[in-house]
């Protein structure tokens, strides 16, 4: 893993909860322990739970018996201990970067970003405060 030299969450103008949440779901990303699940759910394949982990940005949250699913946003939730809809409600108005970080621009292929590249653009916001999905699969 590489050096943490994160900005503070008073410079992210986050609440220090969610930042906290944030940094374990890059720790999560980086070492594996979050799986990138494939969402061919428009092809009526459902999604895999096999795996208690999974990670894909296009879907917020999804827990079942066997598994969980879910993007930054929802695994951020998971870590504060809040439902999904907490944690993406202090993106938007009051804080554009982070509702970037959630919700990348529409030419971003949501479903096909990796937890490689999720990590990537994490570590990125969190050491610079602006978001960069630039590496991520396009439409």
Request: one cysteine or more; proline letters at 4%; glycine letters at 4%.
């Amino acid at each position: 893993m590489l050096a943490q030299n994160f900005k503070t969450h008073q410079e992210l103008d986050l609440d220090e909860k969610l930042y906290n949440a944030l940094k374990k779901v890059l720790v999560r990303l980086e070492t594996n322990d979050l799986v990138f699940i494939p969402d061919n759910r428009s092809d009526e394949i459902a999604l895999d739970f096999t795996k208690p982990n999974g990670f894909n940005m296009n879907i917020v949250l999804i827990q079942e018996k066997c598994g969980t699913v879910g993007c930054i946003a929802g695994w951020a939730a998971i870590e504060m201990g809040v439902k999904p809809c907490v944690v993406t409600e202090m993106a938007g108005q009051e804080n554009l970067e982070l509702e970037e970080l959630f919700y990348p621009s529409s030419n971003v292929y949501y479903s096909k970003i990796n937890t490689e590249q999720a990590a990537t653009s994490l570590r990125h916001y969190l050491t610079t405060r602006k978001v960069e999905w630039s590496h991520a699969p396009r439409r």
